[in-house]
């Protein structure tokens, strides 16, 4: 059976959200970095090194916002899924309570085919 937490899906939508924030942060930090050592020639391998992480830490934080962006989306349909389905049974009960259970009387058409010799 497969089954949907939604408390479980907001938590980690949230802690994709600050890591996101906090490689958003990391990439700031190293382009800080590069631009005060780029000036100096002697740190020319550091720079393209450093270049190279951040380029890694920018595809890594597209990637995360792409999971949470289905993280998001699934959280989003199941709920939806959730309240139809809710929508749907009350409108089926809405429905069912004004019908009765009442006993319906069959003397009525046992003595009518009585009377016509029906078999």
């Known amino acids: 059976m497969f089954t949907v ?10 802690e994709m959200q600050q890591m996101v924030r906090e490689l ?3 990439i700031e930090q190293i382009k800080d970095i590069v631009s005060s050592i780029r000036r ?3 740190y020319g391998g550091v720079v393209h090194a450093l270049g190279a ?7 890594e ?3 995360l916002v792409q999971m949470m962006a289905a993280l ?7 709920l939806r899924c959730e309240r139809r389905l809710t929508d749907y049974g009350e409108q089926t009960w809405r429905a ?3 019908r009765t259970m009442s006993v319906v009387d069959l003397t009525d058409i046992r ?9």
Not at 53 to 59: A, Q, S
Not at 72 to 78: K, S, T
Request: aromatic share 4%; net charge neutral; no cysteine.
């Open 40 to 42: 100096s020639s002697a």
């Open 72 to 78: 998001n989306e699934i959280q989003e349909i199941y």
């Open 111 to 119: 003595e009518a085919i009585l009377d016509h010799n029906i078999r």
């Open 96 to 98: 069912s309570r004004h």
């Open 5 to 14: 937490s939604i408390q479980a899906l907001a938590a980690s939508s949230q």
């Open 53 to 59: 992480y951040k380029d890694r830490l920018e595809e």
């Open 24 to 26: 958003g942060r990391r």
């Open 61 to 63: 934080r597209g990637q």
